[in-house]
Nanobody, 116 residues
Framework: QVQLVESGGGLVQPGGSLRLSCVFS????????MGWYRQAPGKQRELVAS???????NYADSVKGRCTISRDNAKNTVNLEMNSLKPEDTAVYYC??????????WGQGTQVTVSS
């Protein structure tokens, strides 16, 4: 019923910026908590940022002050703006939707590589 498609990944130099976008295809997008996760080679998948249906945001300590998550309910999208990128930000970034703590949906991921 729900599909998530990420875009915006790519190669960026350290200190650069990137904007990731996730398009939600399905019903009642506004009721979902949306989040961005990432998984670096050899590492566990971790939460980067999330935003609830009520607009409450949460960020991993490693990205606080450098990332901003936002949602546009009119367009069924959630975005992640990343600034001052570091090599350690290199990972596959995944979009996730969850509702009622029970229904989970994942996107296929988009690669972000931070390197000079």
């Amino acid at each position: 019923q729900v599909q998530l498609v990420e875009s915006g990944g790519g190669l960026v130099q350290p200190g650069g910026s990137l904007r990731l976008s996730c398009v939600f295809s399905g019903s009642v997008f506004s009721r979902y908590t949306m989040g961005w996760y990432r998984q670096a080679p050899g590492k566990q998948r971790e939460l980067v940022a999330s935003i609830t249906s009520g607009g409450i945001t949460n960020y991993a300590d490693s990205v606080k002050g450098r990332c901003t998550i936002s949602r546009d309910n009119a367009k069924n999208t959630v975005n992640l703006e990343m600034n001052s990128l570091k090599p350690e930000d290199t990972a596959v970034y995944y979009c996730r939707a969850v509702r009622l703590g029970t229904y989970y949906f994942w996107g296929q991921g988009t690669q972000v590589t931070v390197s000079s």
